[in-house]
């Protein structure tokens, strides 16, 4: 048995996610943050779910991932069982949670799409099978990481000298040729709720007069969101065909892996958002951090004032132009029209013969 993965295998796959996944998550995190601060008023009730369950699933991976990452980083899973334990129960928990949260910003998302409720059935269906299989797959990660045997290698590792493995479930040896039936089936499970939200995004294309230039954010919708569920389930397989060929579960390459996961999931989802929506939301946050908030109000202000100036002039232009009557020159009069409701004679100098 050899494993091909050690702490020093893709160590710079690991510093990438922690910049990366600490970037978006802060990012995203603002960005949502300033558009629900400066949510008009009168926004629809389906919009605010929506804008509330985005800020709450990126301040999940935000206050979740930054912690893990940065102990991840200094910390080895491979010197001590009690850290890889810990680690890897923190970080499947967090795996399964944040893609939870993801998932319902796509149940409310389509909800937005779906303003005369016609697909109410199937919303309501793939709601209950998020909020019912989720968290069961949370609960299930835990039970089986916490009773699963850690083991530290120090032999036949290529990439370092020693390596954190779960080699089976002493507890339940039955578990232990099952590990990798196990996976695949919280990849299915994964990839069975997944396709329920990419449905109810999807539904949409299928009205009649559908035209995807014309409807630019559920094409945005579809492309993302089906990134994010085909990440996930491959990722999750991967790991999967792993466990199978060295018969254990190697804690380093699943941290990885799924960090690698978690941040195209979280840039995919929050993709489904145009970059005008970033823009506008991230100079809103430094207006206000800055005291800029006023003045760039004031400005708005007069800006519309002076639009609504030369609305007006162009409208008193075109009404005094409608008001201005044809004139036939051959009758030398003002002709009747049916708008006219004045006769008005031209007089001229007598022509003699």
């Known amino acids: 048995m050899r494993s091909t993965y050690g702490r020093d295998a893709f160590e710079g796959l690991r510093y990438f996610n922690t910049v990366a996944l600490s970037v978006s998550a802060i990012f995203f995190s603002l960005a949502h943050s300033a558009a629900l601060y400066h949510a008009h008023k009168n926004t629809s009730k389906k919009s605010m779910e929506l804008k509330r369950s985005t800020v709450v699933a990126n301040y999940i991976a935000l206050l979740g991932l930054l912690p893990l990452w940065a102990t991840y980083s200094h910390v080895s899973t491979d010197d001590d069982i ?26 409310f998302k389509s909800q937005v799409y779906d303003a005369m409720k016609e697909y109410i059935r199937t919303y309501n269906f793939v709601f209950m099978a998020v909020h019912i299989v989720a968290p069961m797959l949370i609960l299930s990660v835990i039970f089986l990481g916490s009773i699963g045997d850690y083991e530290i290698l120090t032999e036949n590792i290529s990439g370092g000298t020693r390596l954190c493995v779960i080699t089976g479930y ?69 790991i999967a065909t792993i466990e199978y060929q060295d018969s ?16 195209i999931n979280i840039v995919s989802v929050n993709c489904c958002w145009p970059l005008k929506f970033y823009y506008k939301s991230m100079r809103k946050l430094f207006a206000s951090m800055f005291g800029f908030e006023e003045s760039t109000t004031q400005h708005s202000r007069q800006a519309s004032k002076q639009m609504g100036q030369t609305k007006h002039s162009r409208q008193k232009r075109r009404s005094h132009l409608e008001r201005k009557e044809p004139i036939d020159p051959k009758l030398n009069k003002t002709l009747v029209t049916p708008n006219s409701t004045v006769i008005a004679l031209v007089t001229s100098p007598p022509v003699h013969p």
Request: hydrophobic share 60%.
């Open 82 to 107: 009690t850290t890889c334990r810990a680690l890897n129960l923190y970080a499947l928990v967090m795996y399964f949670l944040i893609n939870f949260a993801l998932y319902r910003i796509l149940l």
């Open 170 to 238: 002493s507890v339940l040896p039955f578990l232990d040729q099952a590990a990798f039936a196990l996976t695949l089936v919280a990849a299915v499970a994964d990839l069975s709720i997944s396709i329920g939200c990419l449905a109810l995004l999807v539904l949409p294309i299928f009205k009649p007069g559908f035209t995807a230039t014309g409807n630019t954010g559920v094409v945005r919708n579809v492309i993302f969101s089906s990134i994010a569920i085909l990440s996930t389930f491959s990722i999750l397989v991967v």
């Open 248 to 263: 254990m579960y190697t804690i380093g390459l699943v941290l990885d892996l799924g960090g690698l996961d978690l941040f």
